[in-house]
């Protein structure tokens, strides 16, 4: 085997969108419990304004986070857009207050949240828009005819889905490409693996949110033993391992500091071995 590990440091999005892999997730620059303005807006604008300096041209945000907020701070700190920066957003959740979620994707609650999220993003056109959740109580036909006719309005280049099964995904390419899925998934949490397996398969980005998990011994310790070997955080091994895991995984670590964020995207330059990679692929997910 060879010492080092190498893997594609980008990734193609719906075949014309090609991004770099370790992108930013757009969630942490609101307040407190996902909810309302930063506690430091300056310091929010400076962390989006240095992840494209550092490379960065792949955001995810939502309309659920602030809610608004992140799609504010965005347009306000990157426009005009670069050319080559794809901004990812998402609908389908209501915001009841800190840290609430209910789920709403219906094609009205849809419509209100996809104009918005245009408006505030001051675009014509949504590059990536993903359903944040399928609801339970509406058909999810209605949500996918919703977003199948809101791409071929022009509203939407590319869709997504999150927190999905193959079986969910199957269903929806009946109706439109599916391009990316972000579900939770981590070194110690791979309860999703059959659905980056067939993502992989399918040449469609794997997004996973909750990168870095938390509270598995065993994964931890490795962690830990990898970090020193590697003179880095136990986090950047984490991050690192996904991007070497599967070709298909684009990174969105999200941060309200600069200092983290430059962390976060250090993790680029680690190579981990092939004798790294085997033993974070040996602990037992949680």
Do not use: C
């Amino acid at each position: 085997m060879p010492n080092n590990t190498t893997y594609p440091a980008t990734f193609t999005i719906g075949g014309d969108l090609t991004v770099n892999r370790l992108g930013y997730g757009a969630m942490r620059i609101t307040g407190e419990g996902i909810w309302g303005p930063p506690a430091d807006h300056d310091e929010s604008i400076r962390v989006l304004k240095r992840a494209v300096e550092l490379g960065v041209n792949f955001i995810d945000t939502a309309d659920s986070y602030g809610p608004n907020v992140s799609e504010e701070l965005i347009a306000e700190a990157l426009r005009p857009y670069a050319n080559g920066l794809v901004i990812a957003t998402k609908g389908g959740l209501l915001r009841t207050g800190p840290n609430e979620w209910p789920i709403d994707a219906s094609p009205k609650h849809l419509e209100e949240a996809l104009n918005g999220s245009l408006k505030r993003l001051k675009v014509d056109q949504i590059d990536l828009y993903q359903l944040h959740r399928i609801d339970p109580n509406v058909p999810f036909e209605d949500t996918l005819k919703f977003l199948q006719k809101a791409q071929q309005d022009g509203r939407i280049k590319h869709i997504g889905l999150s927190e999905v099964s193959v079986a969910d995904i199957k269903k929806a390419q009946e109706f439109v490409p599916i391009v990316s899925v972000q579900n939770m998934y981590s070194v110690e949490n791979r309860k999703w693996e059959a659905e980056l397996t067939y993502t992989r398969e399918q040449n469609i980005a794997f997004i996973p949110w909750f990168p870095l998990g938390g509270g598995n011994a065993d994964a931890l310790k490795a962690l830990d033993q990898l970090a020193a070997k590697h003179g880095v955080k136990p986090q950047q091994i984490a991050l690192s391992w996904l991007l070497h895991h599967s070709p298909n995984i684009l990174l969105i670590p999200g941060t309200s500091k600069v200092k983290h964020l430059e962390e976060n995207m250090k993790t680029a330059d680690i190579r981990l071995s092939a004798e790294d990679m085997q033993a974070l692929d040996a602990i037992q997910p949680a």
